[in-house]
């Protein structure tokens, strides 16, 4: 199993421009998520989704759409990339808790990350 | 809110001494504690993991923690540092039942000769 993949790894984007970073996970895990990293602040989440069709807002989400079409893929855009969006994107997926029961499911695995720089 | 405090951001010890990483929270109610590991350019990998039962919780390379619901800290140790130890060190939290971590700020830690 390749667990969470992301791409691209790299991204350099004017200011203004727009991009899609596409999440994919083969776990069949029905959560997934988008953080951002930036120093010294830890992991933020930007938008997650609790199953197919179905998406949510997180803690930083002004800037950035999300789609989950199918229950393997979870896409991130940005529309109109400003330089307050360089940063590492990390992409997770996890278990529904409630449905898979046990906390010994309680895990979030992550993908490698995206750097974005915007310029 | 719940949040996480994570002290001292960077943290620097000589091989084979005491690593001691900090992490507090702040929840009314004891919530799910968690240690993620992030090696240079790779994604978080879970060490280590608090839900229920014995407060004393083994992880991955050496590493352990103690919640304690008095001090609502969750500290994470290793008795002795391998070079290969250096990395980021996250803590985070979640409430119970529900999957949304909240992470602190990270600690990295130097592992030297």
């Known amino acids: 199993n390749a667990g969470v993949t992301q791409t691209p790894k790299f991204r350099v984007l004017k200011t203004g421009q727009s991009m899609t970073l596409l999440c994919a996970q083969d776990?069949?895990?029905?959560?997934m998520y988008w953080y951002r990293q930036d120093p010294g602040m830890g992991l933020r989440l930007i938008h997650y989704?609790?199953?197919?069709?179905?998406?949510a807002k997180g803690e930083v989400p002004d800037g950035y759409n999300v789609s989950r079409l199918k229950k393997q893929n979870f896409l991130l855009g940005l529309e109109s990339a400003a330089p307050s969006q360089t940063s590492v994107y990390f992409c997770?997926?996890?278990?529904?808790?409630?449905?898979?029961?046990?906390?010994?499911?309680?895990?979030?695995?992550f993908g490698p990350g995206t750097r974005l720089t915007v310029l | 809110a719940q949040s996480v405090t994570q002290l001292g951001s960077h943290v620097s010890v000589s091989e084979g001494a005491l690593v001691l990483l900090r992490c507090n929270y702040s929840s009314s109610v004891p919530p799910y504690l968690f240690w993620y590991v992030q090696y240079p350019n790779q994604g978080l990998q879970l060490l280590l993991k608090y839900t229920t039962g014995a407060t004393l919780v083994k992880g991955i390379n050496g590493f352990e923690a103690e919640f304690k619901k008095s001090e609502t800290s969750f500290h994470l140790t290793k008795p002795s540092a391998h070079m290969s130890d250096a990395a980021e060190y996250f803590c985070a939290v979640s409430e119970r039942g529900y999957n949304k971590l909240i992470f602190g700020a990270g600690t990295r830690l130097a592992v030297h000769p």
């Open positions: 989704s609790v199953g197919e069709g179905t998406t």
């Open positions: 997770a997926s996890s278990w529904n808790l409630r449905s898979k029961g046990g906390d010994k499911y309680n895990e979030q695995f």
């Open positions: 776990m069949n895990h029905e959560y």
